[in-house]
């Protein structure tokens, strides 16, 4: 609303006999109607994302967006209108109600009605309120009916028909180190709930289940984030360094981006690209939130991005998160409350027809990373269960991927749970599992032959010459992963020839290396 400008007072709507009533609103009113209205729009774009199988976001992250106010409060409103949402629309049809200007506002009358039949229905006030009220016994009535037709003697009992159980999960939130270290906010968080730091990934830590933090102050202020286990492993298995260049091809809501961010510490440079641009926004908002200042967002698409771009020529490496079926976050995604997944078309049972072209841009999009020239690593994610969009992708780019002289390599080798036995090298793949583990995530990493891979703390590429002018060739030299640092290697001992500072007689003699040992053959 513009500044200056006073808000125009909600009034109740005219009753029918009545001359038209304005009345101030208390706070509680004020508040319960906007509520309301807030719990409208979210259904609204849960329920039609659902019919079209394209959701925009979950039901959580639509409601933790920091445009909702009362977050707990439409939550819970949303939640219960869709566990009530085949009896609401029962009791609506029989009634006869729904027609005419509702039927454009349905999620709104759903909303009331499910606080009439169901919910405290306290502070009642606006139009549609009032409509609905007027037909209360009507409304009654219809459920009476419907209760004798199904055969069951409560409205509790014919909700129990349709609920499924919940799985109760350990909470685990990321701490985003470019705000709060980890002990900190292991210490601030443990005012309130049992914390622990997880023994795996770096910077993310465990609560019990049901620990409900959507409006701590940590979270709010952007210093610790929601973020699963499965979901924390992709980036941290990506390993970016301080100062890379990393793409992250399709980024929105960005939670793999800002945690990017916060393993560079801030430094080197982040591109983050999202097709969607509603999903800009939502990209967007994820990173201010994040404070982190390095991350530069496209909107566009990622197989439109031209590889030999100068502007990527410094890319290192990508994560590529593509959109997929979500079959593996579909319980803390809350869809089994959703329409389709009482009438089995829910992701998990998704028709073959979606999966085949999921997984056919999911090749595209894997096969396109691969193909920029400067990257040496690249980490392709899913939260699916589904073969086809995840050991069969893989397998399918491995010749290409070894062509540009990609490999697999093994991220989280302490990680039982690996890729399903289907083809030779699956032994490096990750999965997690969505009732073992919370979440049913996948998660490859190709990393080129030459890939140096640098031990924690270690020099980078940039740093080997200096190392080699100090002597400390033969300490470098043992941390480095030998099977994979010949080409790097090389061109630090030519660096190293050229600038006249040690003149080692060969490049395995420098480096102690023996022939087998060299896979490429070097004649100087
Ligand atoms: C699974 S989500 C990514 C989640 C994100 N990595 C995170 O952790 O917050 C996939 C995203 O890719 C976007 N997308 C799909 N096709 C794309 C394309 N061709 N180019 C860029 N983004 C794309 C979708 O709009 C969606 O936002």
Do not use: M
């Given at each position: 609303m513009a500044r200056g400008k006073k808000a125009k007072p909600i009034t109740a709507a005219p009753r029918a006999a009545d001359k038209p009533e304005t009345k101030r609103l208390s706070n509680a009113e004020r508040s319960a109607y906007f509520s309301r209205r807030e719990a409208a729009k979210v259904l609204r774009t849960v329920l039609e994302g659902d019919a079209r199988r394209r959701?925009?976001?979950s039901i959580k992250s639509l409601i933790y967006?920091?445009?909702?106010?009362n977050k707990k409060g439409t939550f819970a409103l949303v939640c219960q209108t869709l566990k009530h949402l085949p009896i609401i629309k029962d009791v609506l049809e029989a009634a006869g109600l729904?027609?005419?200007k509702w039927k454009r506002q349905e999620e709104l009358i759903y909303i009331i009605t499910y606080d009439i039949l169901?919910?405290?229905?306290?502070?009642?006030?606006?139009d549609a309120e009032v409509f609905l009220m007027h037909r209360k016994d009507a409304l009654q009535a219809a459920l009476a009916k419907l209760l004798v037709k199904k055969k069951v003697k409560t409205a509790q009992d014919l909700v129990q028909l349709y609920q499924i159980p919940e799985v109760s999960k350990p909470r685990h939130v990321r701490v985003n180190t470019l705000k709060i270290d980890v002990d900190s906010a292991l210490l601030e968080l443990g005012r309130g709930y049992m914390v622990q730091k997880d023994n795996?990934?770096?910077d993310l830590l465990i609560l019990p289940?049901?620990?409900?933090?959507?409006?701590h102050p940590l979270v709010t202020n952007g210093s610790v984030f929601m973020q699963g286990k499965a979901s924390s492993m992709v980036a941290a298995a990506l390993d970016p360094k301080p100062g890379w260049e990393v793409l992250?091809?399709?980024?929105?809501?960005?939670n793999k981006t800002v945690h990017l961010a916060a393993l560079m510490r801030g430094k080197g440079k982040i591109i983050a690209c999202e097709l969607n641009k509603e999903r800009v926004n939502r990209l967007k908002e994820t990173i201010s939130l994040s404070g982190a200042t390095n991350i530069k967002v496209l909107h566009g698409d990622f197989l439109k991005f031209?590889?030999?771009d100068p502007s990527f020529s410094k890319v290192n490496a990508i994560l590529l998160d593509p959109s997929c079926s979500g079959s593996g976050t579909a319980s803390s995604r809350l869809d089994?409350?959703?329409p389709s997944y009482a009438t089995g078309h829910a992701a998990d049972v998704m028709d073959t027809e979606r999966l085949n072209k999921l997984a056919a841009f999911q090749r595209k999009a894997l096969t396109h990373a691969l193909s920029?020239?400067?990257?040496e690593r690249v980490v392709y994610s899913t939260c699916s269960i589904h073969q086809i969009e995840n050991e069969d992708v893989i397998s399918s780019v491995l010749p290409l991927a070894a062509s540009y002289g990609f490999q697999l390599s093994t991220p989280f080798?302490?990680?039982q749970r690996r890729g399903l036995?289907?083809?030779?090298?699956?032994?490096h793949l990750l999965r997690t599992d969505p009732v073992e583990d919370g979440e049913g995530f996948f998660i490859a990493l190709f990393t080129k032959?030459?890939?140096?891979?640098?031990?924690?703390?270690q020099a980078t590429c940039k740093n080997t010459p200096r190392a080699l002018r100090t002597n400390r060739l033969q300490n470098v030299k043992k941390k480095?992963?030998?099977?994979?640092t010949r080409t790097k290697l090389f061109h630090t001992w030519l660096h190293a020839k050229q600038s006249r500072r040690r003149r080692p007689k060969t490049f395995l003699e420098a480096y102690d290396l023996n022939e087998s040992q060299s896979t490429e053959c070097f004649t100087i």
């Open positions: 959701a925009v976001g967006r920091p445009s909702i106010r729904l027609k005419g169901f919910g405290k229905a306290v502070s009642l006030v606006g795996l990934v770096p289940p049901g620990a409900d933090l959507h409006n992250d091809a399709c980024a929105a809501p960005g031209n590889p030999k089994h409350l959703l920029f020239a400067a990257v080798p302490r990680w036995p289907v083809f030779e090298g699956s032994q032959n030459n890939t140096v891979n640098y031990p924690e703390k480095f992963v030998i099977s994979c």
